[in-house]
């Protein structure tokens, strides 16, 4: 069963434009949202956190806003850059889990010059 | 220090064949997490050490699996008798503190033929 899903595989964006991931959990028990992105042949690279103590954080372009009632985690990036075109997991972690992050399957953000 | 280095970067080997994997993670992390990826997932965890001490492994982690942290330092992934179903791109993290982000390595891809 899939606890983190990213329903879009991939999203297309105009450079300047806000781009908006969007990231559903199911299981009530998670208290920490990450962002990760990854470009090909390396290995993810965090991008921004959240606890579930809060419904917004922000550092610099990219903004993570918490909605708890609906479950739901979404990553703003405002402007968006040609450089920021990667694929942007969105992982979830719990307090009894060691931390052991569980991932949504990803999407391909490309921003277009 | 430059990160989580991980070695080697691509493995081809024959079904049937053991191969082993080594991460070295940043020298002050005493966390240490093994993560395996197959193609369009994203990442699903696999085992976690503290120090030298394994201390949560996934059912994702067959009796062909091991992984051990000698001295809690660097850290070796070895899957014996592989399967083509083992093929994915197998990728280390370390962190220091629970609630950060982790530092994941640049991965291993294997490729079982």
């Known amino acids: 069963d899939q606890q983190v899903k990213q329903n879009s595989p991939s999203l297309s964006v105009q450079e300047g434009r806000i781009s908006i991931l969007n990231c559903d959990y199911t299981?009530?028990?998670?208290?920490?949202f990450l962002w990760y992105k990854k470009y090909p042949a390396e290995g993810p690279t965090f991008l921004i956190s959240?606890?579930?103590?809060?419904d917004k954080n922000e550092d610099g372009r990219f903004t993570v806003f918490l909605n708890k009632s609906a479950k739901h985690l979404s990553l703003h990036i405002v402007p968006s850059q040609p450089g920021d075109s990667a694929v942007y997991f969105c992982?979830?972690?719990?307090?009894?889990?060691?931390?052991?992050?569980?991932f949504g399957s990803g999407t391909q953000l490309t921003v277009l010059p | 220090d430059t990160g989580v280095s991980q070695n080697p970067r691509h493995k081809i080997t024959k079904r049937g064949q053991n191969v082993t994997f080594r991460c070295d993670p940043i020298?002050?992390?005493?966390?240490l997490y093994w993560y395996r990826q197959t193609l369009g997932q994203g990442p699903e965890f696999l085992t976690y050490?503290?120090?030298?001490?394994?201390?949560?492994k996934s059912r994702l982690l067959s009796d062909r699996f091991s992984a051990e942290r000698p001295k809690g330092s660097f850290s070796t992934l070895e899957i014996q008798r592989t399967e083509q179903g083992d093929s994915a791109m197998y990728l280390c993290?370390?962190?220091?503190?629970?609630?950060?982000?982790?530092?994941f390595g640049s991965g291993t891809r294997l490729t079982v033929v």
């Open positions: 299981n009530s028990m998670f208290d920490y």
């Open positions: 959240i606890s579930s103590i809060k």
């Open positions: 020298s002050e992390h005493n966390r």
């Open positions: 050490f503290q120090n030298e001490a394994q201390l949560e």
């Open positions: 993290a370390s962190s220091l503190a629970v609630l950060y982000g982790y530092t």
């Open positions: 992982a979830a972690s719990y307090s009894g889990s060691a931390r052991q992050l569980t």
